[in-house]
Nanobody, 119 residues
Framework: VQLQASGGGLVQAGGSLRLSCVVS????????MNWYRQAPGKQRELVAQ???????NYADSVKGRFTISRDNAKNTVYLQMNSLKPEDTAVYYC??????????????WGQGTLVTVSS
């Protein structure tokens, strides 16, 4: 099982980016899918979460600006980021709780994609 994140880049404050994360491999089911971020010198933090039934949760700092969604047919989770601020600059990681074929359910991480917001 692998997670591949993409969509990061450099954007001006107030701009938008859309991150994607594709899950591949021998998968039985994907439960919760998450986006985390880690800014320089800071701990990794949960940004947004979406459960298998579509329930979402967001960090207070991104509520109203970010939207998490998933396409179960494509095994993909998205993070639409609008009204970006310089403090959103970080490496963004996707994470998912997955039951692989013949494998116990566990958490998997993608490789991270850098988002830089200039002022």
């Amino acid at each position: 099982v692998q997670l591949q994140a993409s969509g990061g880049g450099l954007v001006q404050a107030g701009g938008s980016l859309r991150l994607s994360c594709v899950v591949s491999g021998s998968i039985s089911s994907i439960n919760t899918m998450n986006w985390y971020r880690q800014a320089p010198g800071k701990q990794r933090e949960l940004v947004a979460q979406i459960t298998s039934d579509g329930t979402t949760n967001y960090a207070d700092s991104v509520k109203g600006r970010f939207t998490i969604s998933r396409d179960n047919a494509k095994n993909t989770v998205y993070l639409q980021m609008n009204s970006l601020k310089p403090e959103d600059t970080a490496v963004y990681y996707c994470n998912a709780v997955i039951r692989g074929v013949g494998i116990s359910i566990r958490s998997y991480w993608g490789q991270g994609t850098l988002v830089t917001v200039s002022s």
